[in-house]
């Protein structure tokens, strides 16, 4: 298979690769590039890899003059820029010794060694500077089906590192068929090594559990990942039934992450997953909101639209209902109320605790009211 496309002949590309193969060096495109464009998708990071040491490449890159960055020199990748891009190139790799974790690897000249290695077959793809592919691990056919599958033995890759257990969901719902379904062989072999979840560090679980979420259509992965234990470990009490519901609601193109977080539920969301401070916040404005039973307009009101939005959705999916017909008149009614007193109206005669308290409570029964009552009609 030939690939063609810009990021193939934008001149960095070609300069790197060109002057390690220059040298007498392999050198090739490889994972997540590779993959995406195979099936059209957008094209993030360009990695590369070469059977060239670290330092040889650091050599030859400086020699052309070219910044080189020694980003993670003990795992053998350094990042040559080119006119302001970075492109990170990473000698050949084979695993001496993995504990779950983290992985010692020793260099390799192979390239089926290096693909030998990685999680799964759809990213043990490489392409050389022409476009030319190079697929050492079948991968091409697994990615073209969308079959999500391990290179070699499942449980040995998921043992070399735990967190793949919470990529191969995430690939399954970006990469997946869903005609086609998971893989059997890989999910029991998540199931198997599931107590492995519990020695990755909160941040890397968040991170995936991210990505996964913001997947277009994540359903069906996270609904396996409840039936193999591997959600319940992740979030203990959590439930994805209302996921599918809040997903079909959803408007097009807005796979909201945290919404979604908010349906599953689940104890101590945002410690478990490390959210910020920001985004433990906003999951608890909406969990709130979901065990209310404050109206759309008056959620617009106090939280704005998105919120309001964001709160319906989740109470529609939680209680299997359809979303209100009129939701946008009502959130845009919130939208635009005014409360018609001002802290001025009340003074001198009440000062500080009392004319909050006498301001809160005028502002529910105007808000009661449908935000109808006037000024006169509740200074009266």
């Known amino acids: 298979m030939q690939l ?26 490889v994972g997540g590039c590779v993959r995406n464009a195979v099936i059209n998708q957008p094209i993030a990071d360009i990695d590369m890899a070469t059977d060239a040491l670290p330092a040889r490449v650091s050599e030859i890159a400086a020699d052309a003059g070219l910044k080189v960055v020694p980003t993670g020199i003990a795992h053998g990748t350094v990042t040559i820029v080119v006119r302001g891009v970075g492109y990170e190139v990473t000698t ?10 983290r992985a010692k690897v020793a260099f390799s000249t192979e390239i089926t060694e290096d693909a030998s290695r990685r999680d799964f077959t759809m990213n043990a793809l490489y392409a050389d500077a022409s476009g030319r592919l190079i697929d050492p691990m079948d991968g091409l056919a697994d990615l073209l089906a969308g079959r999500v599958r391990f290179v070699g033995d499942a449980g040995r890759r998921i043992r070399e590192d735990y967190l793949r257990i919470l990529r191969f969901f995430r690939f399954h719902a970006w990469y997946g068929n ?25 941040e890397r679980i968040g991170h995936e559990m991210r990505r996964l979420l913001a997947a277009p259509d994540p359903t069906a992965s996270v609904a396996a990942m409840q039936s193999s234990g591997i959600l319940g470990r992740v979030l203990p009490g959590a439930d994805a039934r209302a996921l599918g ?5 959803e408007p097009p193109l ?24 920001s985004e433990a916040k906003r999951l608890d404005c ?23 939005h964001d709160v319906i959705l989740l109470r529609a999916a939680v209680l299997g209902t359809p979303m209100p017909p009129d939701i946008e008149n009502e959130i845009a009614r919130g939208m635009n109320a005014r409360f018609p007193i001002s802290a001025a109206d009340l003074m001198p005669g009440l000062q500080g605790p009392k004319l909050g308290a006498r301001l809160a409570e005028l502002e529910s029964r105007w808000i009661a009211s449908g935000f109808e009552l006037s000024r006169e009609q509740l200074l009266a």
């Not at 198997?192 to 560090?201: K, T």
Request: charged share 20%; aromatic share 6%; proline share 3%.
């Open 92 to 101: 050949f790799r084979r695993d001496v010794k993995t504990d779950g974790r």
């Open 254 to 277: 807005c796979a909201k992450w945290l919404r979604r977080l908010a349906v599953l539920g689940g104890a101590a969301q945002a410690d478990r997953l490390r959210l910020s401070a």
């Open 178 to 202: 869903a005609a086609e379904g998971i893989d059997p062989e890989a999910l029991a072999a998540c199931a198997e090594n599931a107590g492995g979840i519990e020695a990755l560090s909160r």
């Open 245 to 249: 519901p809040l997903i079909h609601n």
């Open 4 to 29: 063609t496309g810009d990021w193939i002949t934008a001149p960095g590309v070609q300069r790197v690769l060109g002057l390690l193969a220059h040298c007498g060096y392999q050198a090739y495109l």
């Open 286 to 308: 909406l969990k709130a909101g979901m065990e209310s039973t404050v109206g759309a307009a008056e959620l617009a009101y106090r939280n704005g639209a998105e919120t309001a």
